[in-house]
Nanobody, 121 residues
Framework: QVQLVESGGGLVQAGGSLRLSCAASGSIFSMNAMGWYRQAPGKQRELVASITNGGRTNYADSVKGRFAISRGNAKNTVYLQMNNLKPEDTAVYYC???????????????WGQGTQVTVSS
């Protein structure tokens, strides 16, 4: 069974930084895109950033220039460096992955359990 485990959330003051990590474990044949989403109270879950296995990145307009997504050397990890955090960045952040658990079994939308990020003003 494949699972994603996030870490790195917490409480930070506005203008501060946090780094989120997500590691995939279990039977993984190949990893495609990975990404980070967030969901604030009363709002829909939204894409924050994504990265393909080729390294192509995509960011929400609200985080461009402040957040950076990257993959680990093992390719089964993904990071989100968050700088100049704002109170409106407060949300639960979820890791997402598109992968194959074996050569024919694709899992297009695997989610982690989420990690809370709270930015105080």
């Amino acid at each position: 069974q494949v699972q994603l485990v996030e870490s790195g959330g917490g409480l930070v003051q506005a203008g501060g930084s946090l780094r989120l990590s997500c590691a995939a474990s279990g039977s993984i044949f190949s990893m495609n895109a990975m990404g980070w989403y967030r969901q604030a109270p009363g709002k829909q879950r939204e894409l924050v950033a994504s990265i393909t296995n080729g390294g192509r990145t995509n960011y929400a307009d609200s985080v461009k220039g402040r957040f950076a997504i990257s993959r680990g050397n093992a390719k089964n990890t993904v990071y989100l460096q968050m700088n100049n955090l704002k109170p409106e960045d407060t949300a639960v952040y979820y890791c997402n992955a598109d992968l194959y658990s074996d050569y024919k079994s694709r899992i297009p939308g695997l989610w982690g359990q989420g990690t809370q990020v709270t930015v105080s003003s």
